[in-house]
């Protein structure tokens, strides 16, 4: 009997392009987790099921051992910490870049700025690296807004198209981080889970070779 794993998967394109990955595992959800209410789901492998829960909970289920394994956006990771963690495996999805923004004709040279983000952390180390100081504003949603009312100079926020800052009036000013979705395991579950969870990180970096082309 194969030792039974827990994956935890936030809902939206981590859920949608990880579910590929998983596939030619054999690992298939018996309902679809787009549209199901139920936050534990059986797969087709009676050893795997996974847990739906918000995408900036995925490293805390995972650290303290409510999942084996999860899915999280390295965005969430450099801004928590990923501590407790083993992230053996990028899975090459969910891409975008975190971004400093503003107004196309931003000047935040020579004086101290205020920035507006949900990822507070990164953001200080940013601009801490650049022997800058800047006044930190936490927002949870909408960070666009924040230049536009003269709530902040610019914002950190993640930038796929580049439509959602164009749309605003806004540009991108300055890189952070490539960004993309990563498999983190639980400590205690990779050493005693071993035998079940090595073959997986192998069978999935397989797939994630064969979506790159490799
Ligand atoms: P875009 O307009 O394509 O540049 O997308 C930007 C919007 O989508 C922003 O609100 C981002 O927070 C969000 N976004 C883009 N890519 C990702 C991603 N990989 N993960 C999470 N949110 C993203």
């Not at 051992?65 to 999805?93: R, T």
């Not at 601009?127 to 960070?143: C, E, H």
Request: charged fraction near 25%; include cysteine.
């Amino acid at each position: 009997m194969a030792e039974p794993l827990t994956l935890a998967l936030s809902k939206g394109r981590i859920l949608e392009q990880t579910m590929p990955l998983l596939k030619p595992l054999g690992i298939e959800p018996l309902e679809d987790p787009a549209t199901s209410r139920n936050l534990v789901l059986p797969t087709s492998d009676p050893n795997v099921r996974l847990i739906i829960v918000r995408a900036t909970d995925v490293p805390t289920y995972v650290a303290y051992g409510g999942a084996d394994l999860g899915v999280a956006g390295k965005d969430v990771l450099l801004e928590q910490g990923g501590h407790g963690l083993y992230e053996p495996v990028d899975l090459g999805i969910a891409r975008c870049r975190l971004m400093v923004a503003g107004r196309p004709d931003a000047d935040l040279e020579g004086r101290r700025i205020r920035v507006a983000t949900k990822f507070v952390n990164v953001t200080r180390r940013h601009f801490a690296a650049q022997g800058r100081q800047v006044d930190l504003i936490k927002l949870y949603g909408s960070m666009e807004l924040a230049p536009l009312v003269g709530l902040a100079d610019a914002i950190v926020d993640l930038v796929d198209t580049g439509n959602t800052l164009r749309a605003n009036g806004l540009a991108p000013l300055e890189p952070i981080a490539d960004i993309s979705a990563r498999l983190v395991v639980n400590k205690g579950s990779m050493k005693l889970k071993h035998r079940a969870i090595k073959p997986m990180l192998g069978k999935i970096a397989e797939s994630v070779d064969r979506n790159a082309g490799r």
